[in-house]
């Protein structure tokens, strides 16, 4: 049993939690306003999950979950995330988030920018270019004909490895993009970004993008 600490309980955090509980997993769960405004997502998500700081959620994870606003990946905490893998839906909304030249000019990427951020840390790509709700309801059993695929991406093995079996479990096969550099090819308005997709239509989807849009 692995113990996820979730930051960032909006709906891809709080669809992972789902996933992680229905695979036996125990989850921490925190996002920026406190504890106590998630109760209702705990008395749903039942006795393996409970409500916690940014900070007790992260010292509680063998691996973390990064699912907030890319605006707020500096406020992660750095230490007790050293040494584990930290799974990273993040994407770059401008809008929302202000301008990041280095990622307006293709010099960066979103996964990039938090592995920078946690140095020590094993950031791995993942659930960034899925909708939420079919984070439950897409997945199918290993060998379904035309099984939907998700994309991941990290400088770690070990990392890429904790995630195809996380994916496998949930029901989707896992396409891996290589390291962190690469994972602009799954970010926002590229060809593999939230269309379902199996493997080989998400391999020429990822060889199609463009860097800069």
């Avoid at 029901?171 to 593999?192: H, K, M, Q, Y």
């Amino acid at each position: 049993m692995t113990t996820f600490g979730i930051i960032g309980a909006g709906n891809i955090g709080s669809q992972v939690a789902r996933v992680a509980i229905a695979q036996g997993n125990e989850v921490v769960i925190a996002n920026s306003r406190g504890p106590e405004t998630l109760a209702d997502l705990i008395a749903e998500l039942g006795p393996k999950a409970r409500a916690a700081t940014v900070q007790e959620a992260a010292e509680a994870a063998d691996v973390a979950v990064v699912s907030v606003p890319l605006k707020a990946y500096r406020d992660i905490p750095v230490e007790p995330l050293a040494g584990k893998i930290v799974l990273d839906s993040n994407n770059y909304y401008w809008e929302r988030d202000g301008h990041f030249e280095a990622l307006d000019r293709g010099e960066a990427t979103t996964s990039g920018l938090l592995q920078e951020h946690l140095p020590s840390s094993k950031v791995v790509k993942a659930f960034n270019h899925i909708t939420a709700p079919t984070i439950t309801t897409d997945g199918t059993p290993a060998g379904s004909e035309n099984r939907r695929a998700l994309a991941t991406a990290s400088d770690y093995p070990e990392a890429v490895e904790f995630v195809t079996g996380f994916y496998d479990a949930a029901g989707f096969d896992t396409v891996n993009i290589g390291p962190l550099s690469e994972s602009w090819r799954v970010e926002r308005d590229r060809p593999a970004y939230v269309v379902r997709q199996n493997a080989d239509e998400l391999k020429a989807n990822l060889a199609e993008a463009q860097r800069v849009i």
